[in-house]
């Protein structure tokens, strides 16, 4: 199984400020075919599902705000809030759709400083 | 507009087979590009991946859980059904079932909590 591993377990962050998770995968998800790194970005809100951000490592999901970007390829990728909003607080996931099983990190609690 | 609602026994006794239906609307589950998955999450857990199914009816299956684990569709009926069997509880979670575009859950329904207790 591809284990991902996400840094650091929790991170309080000041309002307006910029917020980096980090997530490491055990072996490469990335497909030289079609130049593509088979990683997404959650975001979960206490009582609600996941809420898709990223996809393909970079690629925003329409109706996400602009702060959210995604970078990184083959084992090591990393999310960017880059000024940090008071609804920004979560918990947030990588997930790897590269191979079955599909696997998560274990989460980032983001808070507000 | 995708939505997808699971829908089941909150309560299951040790040794029971938990049986959840999830059933949805905005889209056919009828080629292989669109799946139906489902996830668990443990109250204060993480996210872990349990079953997924095509339109081809191609099921995968975690690989810890696999022995324990069904996946069927009923496509006249916008449903797919997920059966876990000898539950016990650590089992218990949230289990939410999303809807698959290519390789990735864009959708999710909002979850519903299972308790395995006697």
């Known amino acids: 199984d591809i284990v991902m591993t996400q840094s650091p377990d929790s991170l309080a962050v000041s309002l307006g400020e910029r917020a980096s998770i980090n997530c490491k995968s055990s072996?490469?998800?990335?497909?030289?075919?079609?130049?593509?790194?088979?990683l997404a970005w959650y975001q979960q809100k206490p009582g609600q599902p996941p809420k898709l951000l990223i996809s393909?490592?970079?690629t925003r999901e329409s109706g996400v705000p602009e702060r959210f970007s995604g970078s990184g390829s083959g084992t090591d990728f990393t999310l960017t809030i880059s000024s940090l909003q008071a609804e920004d607080v979560a918990v947030y996931y990588c997930h790897q759709n590269y191979g079955y099983p599909y696997t998560f990190g274990q989460g980032t609690k983001l808070e507000i400083k | 507009q995708i939505t997808l609602k699971e829908s089941g026994p909150t309560l299951v006794k040790p040794t029971q087979t938990l049986t959840l239906t999830c059933t949805f609307s905005?889209?056919?589950?009828?080629?292989?590009?669109?799946?139906v998955g489902w996830i668990r999450q443990p109250p204060g857990k993480p996210l872990d991946w349990l079953a997924l199914?095509?339109?081809?009816?191609?099921?995968r299956y975690s690989s810890s859980q696999r022995s324990r684990l069904t996946i069927t569709k009923d496509t006249s009926k916008n449903q797919v059904v997920l059966t876990m069997t000898n539950m016990d509880p650590v089992d218990t979670a949230t289990f939410f079932c999303a809807h698959r575009r290519g390789v990735i859950f864009d959708f999710w329904g909002q979850g519903i909590l299972v308790t395995v207790s006697s």
């Open positions: 072996q490469s998800i990335f497909y030289s075919s079609n130049n593509n790194n088979y």
């Open positions: 905005g889209f056919s589950l009828s080629t292989t590009a669109v799946s």
């Open positions: 199914i095509d339109g081809t009816d191609e099921k």
């Open positions: 393909w490592a970079s």
